[in-house]
């Protein structure tokens, strides 16, 4: 995993107009993984998380629904559902995937979501989850017309109360609505798509604890980093890590992924409280990349010699990677 993704910073460097050596020696003995060629050299170190069991499972209750889901839809529509994780089946160890499975498709088969998109292609089945559980669908819509709230919901869900077709659904009540989905959206495709994306709201207890486990595991591989010492004495030196986590999607891109931002701080603060207890001079800093160098989380590093770190601000390198 760690080899592809040093073919991949060499690769986006390298497109970037930099000068890149993969595999330089360094004074020390060995190598590390690549020295860019700037105004002053830098050298990376590149190294990556392995994947989690539980994304991986995940992973496989998405691909799952998705396969059974997609002989539902027509053949030229595209269905995106957006899931809170933390609202699957938690009652296994570390996740019960045939009854996480089972939660997403009842929740989809009770609401007739796929025939309410019929009528707009987008539903943010959050609002009406946020109303009184006893409420039908028809008194949701209803409410928000009259009273403004839940912004244009109501106005854009009007629509289809006096639809013959819709009437079923209507006498539907918000509880039924309760679940792991919490949006969905159909456009148009070629050959029929179902695609599920985690955007995790409030951590379950299951949750809370695949956090700790995660950012236990980047202080982990940063110290063993730290103590292999692949770096070159006297210059420049980064060390970079690929890390994809269910719970931190977003995290390099917080602004943009605002379930993101507590991930972020998170992970800031775990490098830079392994960073304090070990003095690496040469190390100006620790990248944390989603898998992909554009989208990198930046942690200096508090003990680097303050003249390399002001070589490393000379750098073009800082353009791309902080």
């Known amino acids: 995993m760690s080899r592809v993704l040093e073919l991949v910073c060499y690769q986006y460097f390298h497109s970037q107009g930099l000068q890149v050596t993969p595999e330089p020696a360094v004074s020390g003995g060995g190598e590390t993984d690549l020295r860019i060629d700037d105004t002053n050299p830098v050298y990376v170190e590149i190294t990556r998380l ?100 839940h912004g244009t919901f109501g106005a854009d869900w009007e629509g289809i109360l006096d639809k013959p077709q819709f009437a079923p659904i209507l006498q539907t009540r918000v509880e039924a609505f309760e679940g792991p989905v919490i949006s969905a959206m159909m456009g148009d495709a070629t050959g029929g798509l179902v695609e599920l994306h985690s955007d995790m709201n409030s951590p379950s207890p299951a949750a809370s604890k695949q956090e ?21 004495s006297g210059e420049v030196n980064i060390l970079c890590i690929g890390a994809t986590h269910w719970l931190a999607r977003g995290y390099a891109k917080s602004n943009t992924h605002p379930l993101g931002r507590n991930q972020q701080v998170k992970i800031q603060n775990t490098i830079h409280d392994t960073l304090v207890q070990h003095s690496v001079p040469e190390l100006v800093g620790v990248v944390m990349m989603e898998d992909d160098p554009a989208k990198s989380l930046w942690v200096e590093n508090p003990s680097a010699a303050s003249d390399l770190v002001t070589a490393y601000e000379s750098t073009d390198v800082t353009r791309f990677i902080g």
């Open 50 to 149: 392995g994947t989690p069991d539980t994304e991986l499972e995940i992973e496989a209750v998405y691909q799952s629904v998705a396969e059974q889901l997609t002989g539902q839809i027509p053949r030229n529509k595209y269905l995106r559902l957006d899931v809170n994780s933390s609202k699957l089946d938690w009652s296994g160890t570390p996740l019960n995937k045939t009854g996480s499975e089972k939660m997403i498709l009842k929740q989809v088969q009770r609401t007739d979501l796929l025939k309410l998109l019929q009528h707009r292609d987008g539903l943010r089945l959050r609002d009406i989850q946020s109303m009184s559980s006893d409420w039908t669908l028809r008194e949701v819509i209803e409410d928000s017309v009259r009273y403004g709230t």
């Open 212 to 232: 700790t486990r995660f950012l236990e595991r980047i202080e982990r591989k940063v110290e063993t980093k730290l103590d292999k010492g692949q770096r070159e």
